[in-house]
């Protein structure tokens, strides 16, 4: 799964949504008989963590990630820590952008749920 969802290889998201839509129903219904409902809840919420990363790493500069957290409701000093903070796109993925991009904006998006 990290080959489908590295930050750099120049996809966007819908390219990565389409391939995780062809990949995670087989691994789910592969691993499904396991009695672990809980992995299944860890691992689909480190997903949307990592998928957070990749779309801050997608709007590259403190600019334009100021911009579209703005255009997706955060507030002025959200927008500003998340875009003008230092240190990496996966502490920041789940600081303030989880309440931001939520799993129904990756489910309108098209990702699937493993839980």
Do not use: C
């Amino acid at each position: 799964m990290l080959t489908l969802t590295k930050r750099v290889g120049g996809k966007g998201m819908n390219q990565v949504a389409e391939q995780m839509r062809e990949y995670l129903p087989g691994w789910k219904s592969y691993f499904r008989l396991a009695q672990t409902p809980q992995a299944f809840k860890d691992l689909d919420s480190r997903t949307r963590r990592r998928l957070r990363a990749i779309q801050l790493k997608h709007w590259r500069t403190g600019t334009t990630d100021y911009s579209r957290l703005r255009s997706l409701g955060a507030s002025h000093d959200l927008a500003a820590q998340i875009a003008g903070g230092t240190g990496s796109w996966w502490r920041h993925s789940e600081a303030g952008l989880s309440r931001l991009l939520t799993v129904k904006y990756f489910d309108n998006l098209g990702f699937p749920r493993l839980a």
